[in-house]
Nanobody, 122 residues
């Protein structure tokens, strides 16, 4: 069974840093574009960052480019989100997502992690 397991969330003070990790299993990790999303209470889920199958191309949402970095290690089936200079508005549940990098129709096109809570507060 396909699975994405996230870790690294928690409580951090404003200005602090967190490193979120997502470990994939049950599918061919290197065939999937990896993404991080976040969702704050009462708000829409938004994409934070994306990385290509090889890690050669990375994209971070414009309002986060100076503070967040995405990376992946295909040998470890892991995607990471480094978050620096955290602000209160970064508080949200952060989700790991995998999307196959080809045409796809059916249940195995994408997978989601369970989410990990990030709370930025003094």
């Amino acid at each position: 069974q396909a699975q994405l397991v996230e870790s690294g969330g928690g409580l951090v003070q404003p200005g602090g840093s967190l490193r979120l990790s997502c470990v994939a299993s049950g599918f061919t990790f290197s065939d999937y574009v990896m993404n991080w999303y976040r969702q704050a209470p009462g708000k829409e889920r938004v994409r934070v960052a994306a990385i290509s199958t090889t890690g050669g191309t990375k994209n971070v949402a414009g309002f986060l480019q100076d503070r967040f970095t995405i990376s992946r290690d295909n040998d470890k089936n892991t995607v990471t989100l480094q978050m620096n200079n955290l602000k209160a508005e970064d508080t949200a549940v952060y989700y790991c997502n995998a999307n196959i990098d080809s045409y796809c129709s059916g249940p195995r096109c994408s997978y989601w992690g369970q989410g990990t809570q990030v709370t930025v507060s003094s």
